[in-house]
C-alpha cells in the first residue's frame, strides 16, 4: 500500500517509528534492493520485499545463496525488543547449529515467538536470522545495532 509515493508497509505497527513508514517507494524492489553489510560490516547482501506463494517476505541474497523470511519478522522482532528494553545479543546459526539462548536468533526459530517457530522459510536455509534480519531492523530505523567483529547486539528505537 502507498500514501504519497510513500510504501507502507502491511505489517504497520502504530509503535513503529514513523521513519519506518516513510520508506522510499523505490526501495527494497527486487529491482532496487536494500544494500547491507553484516554487522561486522565484513560481508554485503542485499535484501527485498516480495509475494512469494501468496506471503510477503524478505528475500535475503548473498552471493548465491538465497534465503527467505517472513516478512512479519520485522514488526514482531520490533515489538519483543521493545519489550525487553536493553540490548540483545544477535548470535548467528545455521539451520542445522543450536542458537545461543538469549540471543535473535533463539528468539527467530522458538515455538514462543509470534509464528510459533523458524521465521526463516527455505528449509536447510532457516538459519542465520540474527546475522541478516538485524542489519535491515537498523537501516529502517527500528533499531541500533553494534558492529564489532564478534558477539554484536540489537536495542530497539
Known amino acids: 500500500m502507498t500514501l504519497n509515493n510513500v510504501l507502507i508497509p502491511r505489517v504497520y505497527n502504530a509503535s513503529l517509528p514513523t521513519n519506518f513508514m516513510t520508506m522510499a517507494t523505490e526501495q527494497g524492489t527486487k529491482e532496487n534492493p536494500w544494500k547491507l553489510k553484516t554487522p561486522s560490516l565484513s ?3 542485499t535484501m527485498h ?35 525487553h528494553g536493553d540490548w540483545m545479543e544477535l548470535g548467528s ?8 539462548d538469549g540471543t ?29 534480519v538485524p542489519p535491515l531492523m537498523e537501516r529502517l530505523g527500528l533499531a541500533d545495532l553494534t558492529h564489532d567483529p564478534k558477539g554484536n547486539k540489537i536495542r530497539a528505537k
Open 43 to 45: 560481508s554485503d547482501f
Open 93 to 100: 546459526a545455521d539451520e542445522q547449529k543450536p542458537a545461543k
Open 49 to 83: 520485499k516480495e509475494v512469494k506463494d501468496n506471503k510477503e517476505v524478505l528475500v535475503c541474497t548473498v552471493g548465491k545463496t538465497v534465503l527467505y523470511y517472513d516478512y512479519r519478522c520485522l514488526a514482531d522482532l520490533h515489538a519483543m525488543l521493545k519489550k
Open 104 to 132: 535473535i536468533e533463539a528468539w527467530g526459530r522458538s515455538e514462543k515467538n509470534p509464528v510459533g517457530g523458524w521465521y526463516g522459510l527455505k528449509k536447510g536455509l532457516r538459519g542465520r536470522f540474527g546475522l541478516y
